[in-house]
């Protein structure tokens, strides 16, 4: 079935391949974060380009650094866990969710659904609250990636997306590549280019995650985004 338009809700769960470790997923994620991390990291990409992960101090390493980049996401997921390689299918679609944070509500029409970026992305998104002024775009980013990502091939590709779960049947976030998946849906809008690998962590306890769609606290902070633009502080 196609879910270019209106989707329904999706009914089966991912395709699983195998599964991996947690090194190899903070290996994935490093490297598609290694050009914003902040000095200082080493001077060359040895962690990156020859992972050994028997290599405990590569591994807690590649850690370090990943945490000290996206610390307030790692803190959301849980300590331990065993991820599984996967491929996102169209029947996945209507089921995957950008990690809900203020930047992306408008983006997404508050749904923070991926299948509807598309029809909300805007330049200029900004937040103004008294003395904040926070301006973003993640259009740019997206527009930046879609042409990069237009020959897209999930057997040899390095732009893996990581997503989160509380069970397998989803619905799934997007941790990581929320810019990369948005440019991919939209060139899937005009060519197909499924499936689309991923990683993927399952685990009970990210039902309470704040970056999970359904939890509370996500729930919570949803109804605050809202607020904000209804007052036209975000916009």
């Known amino acids: 079935m196609s879910v270019r338009g209106w989707l329904p809700v999706a ?49 807690q390493a590649r850690e370090e650094l990943l945490y000290r980049h996206r610390e307030p996401i790692l803190n959301g997921l849980p300590s331990n866990f065993d991820p599984l390689w996967a491929d996102i299918e169209e029947t996945d679609l209507a089921n995957l969710h ?7 509500y408008l983006d997404t029409g508050g749904t923070f659904r991926l299948v509807d970026t598309d029809a909300n992305l805007a330049h200029g998104r900004e937040l103004r609250l008294g003395q904040i002024h926070y301006p973003f775009d993640h259009l ?13 091939d999930a057997a040899t590709t390095r732009q893996i997306l990581i997503l989160i779960a509380a069970d397998q049947a989803g619905p799934y976030v997007i941790i ?13 809008l005009t060519k ?3 499936p689309w690998k991923v990683l993927l962590i399952v685990d009970r306890t990210i039902a309470d995650s ?22 036209g502080a975000l916009r």
């Open 140 to 152: 740019t980013k997206i527009e930046d990636f879609t042409p990069r990502l237009v020959d897209y």
């Open 98 to 104: 950008i990690l809900p944070s203020l930047e992306w």
């Open 176 to 188: 990581d590549g929320t810019h990369r998946a948005a440019a991919l849906y939209r060139n899937y």
């Open 192 to 194: 197909p280019n499924m």
């Open 11 to 59: 009914l089966l769960a991912m395709k699983i391949d195998r599964q991996t470790t947690r090194d190899e997923l903070i290996w994935v994620w490093l490297r598609s974060e290694w050009d914003g991390v902040e000095p200082p990291k080493p001077p060359d990409t040895t962690l990156i380009d020859s992972p050994d992960f028997t290599d405990q101090v590569q591994n």
């Open 210 to 231: 704040t970056w999970y769609i359904e939890s509370q606290i996500a729930k919570q902070g949803i109804i605050q985004f809202k607020r904000y633009s209804a007052l």
